[in-house]
């Protein structure tokens, strides 16, 4: 790093020249829809796809979109706060329930939350579908000639021009991933829980039941996010996919044939969010921590399949009816078949290629497939 490149970005982190050129790069085509943000006492802007760059890696949190109650309480406990208003909501069928402007769930799981005593897995890998900004975001600014202290409308022919490449960030644990300062226009993240079982590393894989609304009886791996191209390679619809999910955990509205997003639950958001009345990050944050539940399970097996089918039984997640699987990572038939395409889901697929060509890369975790990443 030059001393002019150091001294120009001390200037720009004064006037939150990456943030704000980050605002206008990474905001979806006619989404012109924002939230504010007070972080350590400072406003912050942040697109809707927004997800895990809200609150990860921050402290001193002071409000979002109304009072944060308890910044000690995890994430845990405000999503079953959010869950409950909202199934109240649900069977009453009443409106103001669903949104009341100052519970929160936290987008990003706390990782030191749950008390239960868990395997560690130090290799723990992240794919985002888009992550492009901190360093790298600034540094095209520097090469591309914005002054630190440029306007927002002087942003926008630089802005435009960018065109990064999609980054790509490996996290050494789960809790440095859940903890991450990750930007805000990440829309989701692939994880591949990997442990250490004292014979070599394995991760987990489910099948999904029947009866769900996605992808029925394919092979789950690990957590996915839940953005991703549907079946048919349409492009992701960020406001479909929070709807579907949101009726799906909190509703239970998953069902075969059934469209998650008929459900009355959401239509009554959908009027909501329109008259202003509801907010749809709501749903993205609940959904993302109660999908905490996934990971969290797949490490309670690891302590006792007993204890973690109870656990599973109690919950309503895309993988009932089937056990968990320790699937090791020198087990090539195996993992061969969990990645034919029309048995996975297809983002479970993307993590499993990307997860292990990273414990490659960083760790040196040899697996049984052999693999050549190819770009497109």
Do not use: Q
């Not at 897995?121 to 985002?128: A, K, N, R």
């Not at 829980?193 to 009866?211: E, W």
Request: aromatic share 8%; hydrophobic share 40%.
């Amino acid at each position: 790093m030059t001393e002019g490149y150091r001294r120009w970005r001390r200037a720009a982190a004064a006037t939150n020249l990456a943030e704000r050129a980050a605002v206008r790069y990474y905001r979806p085509e006619g989404d012109g829809r924002l939230y504010a943000v007070a972080v350590d006492g400072a406003e912050r802007t942040y697109p809707l796809v927004a997800r895990r760059g809200w609150l990860a890696g921050r402290s001193g949190v002071s409000g979002v979109l109304g009072p944060y109650r308890d910044a000690k309480r995890t994430a845990i406990d405000e999503s079953v706060v959010a869950a409950l208003r909202a199934r109240h909501a649900d069977r009453s069928g009443g409106d103001a329930e669903l949104w009341n402007g100052e519970t929160y769930a936290v987008s990003a799981m706390d990782a030191d939350g749950p008390p239960f005593p868990v395997t560690r897995s130090d290799y723990f890998s992240g794919c985002s579908t888009a992550v492009g900004l901190g360093e790298e975001l600034t540094r095209a600014l520097y090469d591309a000639g914005a002054s630190p202290d440029a306007p927002d409308d002087a942003l926008g022919g630089i802005v435009d021009a960018l065109s990064l490449p999609r980054r790509e960030r490996r996290f050494p644990d789960a809790a440095s991933f859940f903890r991450a300062d990750l930007p805000p226009n990440v829309l989701g993240a692939g994880l591949l829980p990997v442990f250490d079982t004292g014979d070599g590393h394995a991760t987990l894989c489910y099948r999904r039941s029947a009866d769900v609304a996605h992808y029925p009886g394919r092979v789950g791996i690990g957590a996915s996010g839940i953005v991703a191209p549907d079946s048919a390679g349409e492009p992701p619809s960020v406001r479909r996919a929070l709807l579907t999910e949101f009726a799906e955990e909190l509703f239970d509205a998953e069902g075969g044939a059934r469209d998650p997003l008929a459900h009355e639950s959401v239509t009554r958001l959908e009027r909501l969010a329109e008259r202003g009345e509801a907010h749809l990050d709501f749903a993205a944050a609940a959904c993302n921590a109660v999908g905490g539940n996934v990971l969290l399970c797949a490490l309670l097996f690891v302590e006792s399949p007993a204890y973690y089918r109870d656990v599973r039984d109690g919950l309503s997640m895309n993988w009932e009816g089937s056990d968990a699987e320790w699937v090791s990572l020198t087990d090539g038939d195996r993992l061969a078949e969990l990645s034919a395409p029309r048995g996975i889901v297809p983002h479970g697929a993307l993590c499993l290629f990307e997860g292990l060509r990273r414990l490659d890369d960083a760790y040196g975790v040899r697996s049984g497939l052999s693999f050549e990443r190819r770009t497109p």
